[in-house]
């Protein structure tokens, strides 16, 4: 029809994949102590996240085969762990601690220049996705985030006032470590040429320090 200039239209004709393998020990309060330990393997692939992907400004590199953004998606973490514990340690003191480490989270890359000519764009950005070393296209999430560990300890000791009555003194240490896990603002750091020669490395530009606290 000549004299519609422009028409939008919703669809949902994307596709995702999920796979997760888990392992999980758990010991149950005996004896003094208890404990679990779980870790997770998983991939997340798809070819469309939403209407735009879950961290980057737009939706599909060609809205007419969006079989060419299939791949890792911003939510893919592959590896997980997690521990936890709780022990008497004598004198009435409790230790109780909890660690987490998992994998970087995606890493998404952005262009300046409109190859395809499609004219989409949004913040002066392009949804276009380079050309690596002049045969590949660059897939939605090329890197990842630094990767994420952190221990937080507690110390506690209850002590009864009377029968019916109790009252419990705790000292709690977060990132006992003192480690400085990184982040990178895909916003400010992930902006590449058109062409690349290989694959490019996140650039950490941004530290979120957390130093212990005891609280």
Not at 76 to 105: C, M
Not at 132 to 148: A, C, D, H, N
Request: glycine content about 8%; charged content about 20%; proline content about 7%.
């Amino acid at each position: 029809d000549p004299t519609i200039a422009a028409a939008l239209a919703h669809g949902s004709s994307s596709r995702g994949n999920f796979h997760q393998f888990v392992v999980n020990l758990t010991r149950r309060w005996a004896n003094g102590y208890q404990f679990f330990v779980n870790y997770a393997w998983s991939q997340n692939k798809d070819n469309a996240a939403s209407e735009r992907d879950t961290d980057t400004f737009f939706g599909p590199q060609d809205p007419f085969d969006i079989e060419l953004d299939y791949g890792r998606n911003g939510l893919d973490i592959p590896h997980q762990f997690k521990a936890a514990f709780t022990a008497e340690i004598g004198a009435g003191f409790r230790l109780g601690g909890l660690f987490i480490a998992r994998s970087g989270i995606p890493y998404p890359a952005y262009m300046l220049q409109d190859t395809n000519g499609d004219g989409v764009g949004n913040s002066g950005f392009s949804n276009d996705r380079p050309v690596v070393g002049g045969t590949s296209l660059l897939e939605r999430y090329p890197e990842r985030q630094p990767s994420f560990y952190q221990l937080d300890l507690r110390l506690s000791k209850e002590f009864k006032l009377g029968s019916r009555s109790s009252v419990e003194l705790l000292a709690e240490v977060f990132n006992v470590f003192s480690n400085d896990n990184l982040y990178s603002n895909p916003n400010i750091s992930s902006v590449v040429p058109a062409t690349l020669d290989r694959v490019p490395q996140a650039v950490v530009v941004a530290r979120r320090r957390e130093p212990p606290e005891l609280i």
